[in-house]
């Protein structure tokens, strides 16, 4: 019965910010590794950010000093901060929990 649902994708312009939430019901991130991937068409899934019930973070080095993972416990909500978004950017972005659980995915278009 766990569901996990992203959202904030969209288009936006290289330089520019989006943030996305993955929500969870049926269990806590507070208690669980959390990740984000992305996948654009024609290559694999890549691994971007990870924050664990410690709270310690790890990225991407293509991301990293631009995007922020963060956890809010009381919403049981995880988000992805990007920043100077890049059109290599683009992909759609999932999060996963517990190494096992997927949300649906949320398109994120950077034009340039």
């Known amino acids: 019965q766990v569901r996990l649902v992203e959202s904030g994708g969209g288009l936006v312009q290289a330089g520019g910010s989006l943030r996305l939430s993955c929500v969870a019901s049926?269990?806590?991130?507070?208690?669980?590794?959390t990740e984000w991937f992305r996948q654009a068409p024609g290559k694999e899934r890549e691994l971007v950010a990870q924050?664990?019930?410690?709270?310690?973070?790890n990225y991407a080095v293509s991301v990293k000093e631009r995007f922020t993972i963060s956890r809010d416990n009381a919403k049981n909500t995880v988000y992805l901060q990007m920043n100077s978004l890049k059109p290599e950017d683009t992909a759609v972005y999932y999060c996963?929990?517990?190494?096992?659980?997927w949300g649906q995915g949320t398109q994120v278009t950077v034009s340039s």
């Open positions: 996963r929990a517990g190494f096992s659980f």
């Open positions: 049926g269990r806590t991130f507070s208690t669980h590794t």
């Open positions: 924050i664990t019930s410690a709270g310690n973070t």
